[in-house]
């Protein structure tokens, strides 16, 4: 597959969002643009993205064991990665794959998206293995660097026993943004496994359409600090992410010239997306449930010609939305929201990521009139008792409860006319009248008398 391509003069480049990576390491892709590295996570050293994490609740070594899959060089003689003939971009975005700042991956597609102006520096493909909660402006990154017609993939989140989501994170949430899921060797679909085994998340119905596998677990791990060391061990959708990002990259290097010749951005996006996508192996079509259109084939993908501009559709703009609300509020899905309903929406979507209970009630919600009426009241519920729910979003909850959805204010039992004076007298006891006597007070010396 690799070797089909070959190397270019003008290679295809790909940002590679991560921890980092381990400049020693033997499986350094041969054409790391180190020149173009950066670090979103430390200000001391902007300009440096290998990985030096260190301390608890940390994923160290995870950006080198990613980069190994995606364009690895050397293990015993042959090439690692999937895309070893193409230019990589490090960019340090996280110390760890589950604690990270918002804000440093959004400035990490605004690096990328200001690369573009440059031919000779443009990223055409992203690669992200981690995601979380939503984020407006993930959304407008990915919408932005769509229209550029720069191609995303990103992994779709890990759990343990569905735990505490088995829905796909953001961004691969959003519908511009390919999500990896993942496969296993025996073709089934690496998700729903016992709680001490991790697996990957899929779902809602409504992102599978835009959702590809790729093989996990035991996947080639470099390891960070043992420089000829690769393991057997790579797992999760993280491993995935790396290989449908080179299978990408690939195709666009094989069609550049007229990958090139789209008018619109956009369209050099789905264009890679069309490729990878109907050329996708799905074993039945139960799978899809899980794995989106199905798992990667890159031999046919790469057979795959450039579609014509009239064959590609545009994907609808991503945001950080949640219908549902605008629902309940009366305002009507169709209708657009203004600054201060943006922003309840999305603490309302993140407040469903990460509650069970919502997850169940709402199986898809960008879906809301998929949603039963009686569901309606223990949404509504559910969201207002939400730990960490905001005293703005519980009273617009509260104001717009109909009648019958309403939670009907505690009755106080009436008791017998004793009890209530018992009762009275017990929570309210008259002072007690103090014992008093009258006393004589001089304002003179008594001698005086």
Not at 395 to 407: D, F, G, K, M, N
Request: glycine fraction near 6%; hydrophobic fraction near 40%; charge should be neutral.
């Amino acid at each position: 597959m690799r070797n089909s391509v070959g190397e270019q003069k003008d290679r295809v480049r790909i940002a590679h969002l991560d921890t980092g990576y381990d400049p020693n390491h033997e499986t350094k892709p041969r054409f790391l643009r180190t020149v173009l590295q950066r670090n979103f996570i430390d200000d001391k050293s902007p300009d440096d993205a290998t990985d030096h994490t260190s301390g608890i609740l940390t994923n160290l070594g995870h950006g080198t064991g990613t980069l190994g899959i995606l364009a690895g060089w050397d293990v015993d003689g042959s090439p690692l990665g999937g895309a070893p003939f193409l230019d990589v971009i490090p960019i340090r975005v996280a110390n760890s794959v589950v604690l990270f700042k918002n804000s440093a991956i959004a400035k990490a597609f605004d690096y990328v998206h200001g690369l573009f102006a440059d031919p000779a520096r443009r990223a055409h493909v992203i690669t992200m293995s981690m995601g979380g909660l939503a984020s407006q402006a993930w959304a407008d990154a990915v919408n932005a660097l769509y229209e550029l017609g720069v191609f995303i993939v990103t992994a779709a989140g890990n759990n343990f026993g569905n735990l505490p989501t088995r829905n796909i994170v953001y961004p691969a949430r959003f519908k511009r943004v390919i999500a990896a899921c993942g496969v296993m060797a025996d073709r089934n679909p690496y998700a729903d496994l016992r709680l001490s085994i991790m697996a990957g998340n899929y779902g809602p119905t409504s992102k599978m359409d835009t959702a590809l596998a790729a093989f996990t677990p035991n996947v080639p791990w470099a390891r960070l600090g043992c420089s000829s060391i690769v393991d057997q061990d790579g797992r999760g959708t993280s491993s995935a992410t790396p290989q449908i990002a080179a299978a990408a990259a690939l195709w666009i290097q094989k069609n550049k010239g007229q990958w090139d010749a789209y008018s619109q951005g956009w369209m050099r996006v789905e264009a890679v997306r069309k490729a990878l996508l109907t050329s996708a192996a799905l074993p039945d079509q139960h799978s899809s449930e899980r794995l989106g259109r199905g798992f990667i084939k890159a031999d046919s993908a790469l057979s795959q010609t450039p579609a014509a501009a009239a064959d590609l559709q545009k994907q609808v703009e991503d945001s950080a939305c949640f219908p549902f609300l605008r629902v309940i509020t009366g305002l009507g899905i169709a209708a657009t929201p203004d600054a201060r309903q943006r922003m309840l929406e999305l603490e309302a979507l993140q407040l469903a990521q990460q509650s069970r209970e919502l997850e169940q009630l709402l199986p898809d919600a960008q879906n809301p009139g998929e949603i039963s009426l009686p569901d309606h009241r223990r949404i509504i519920e559910a969201l207002h008792e939400a730990p960490g729910a905001s005293t703005v979003l519980r009273s617009v909850l509260e104001a717009h409860l109909t009648p019958s959805v309403r939670v009907p204010a505690a009755k106080v039992p009436q008791l017998p006319l004793a009890d209530t004076v018992r009762l009275k007298l017990a929570m309210e006891p008259p002072p007690p009248t103090p014992n008093t006597r009258k006393l004589r007070v001089f304002a003179f010396d008594p001698m005086l008398a």
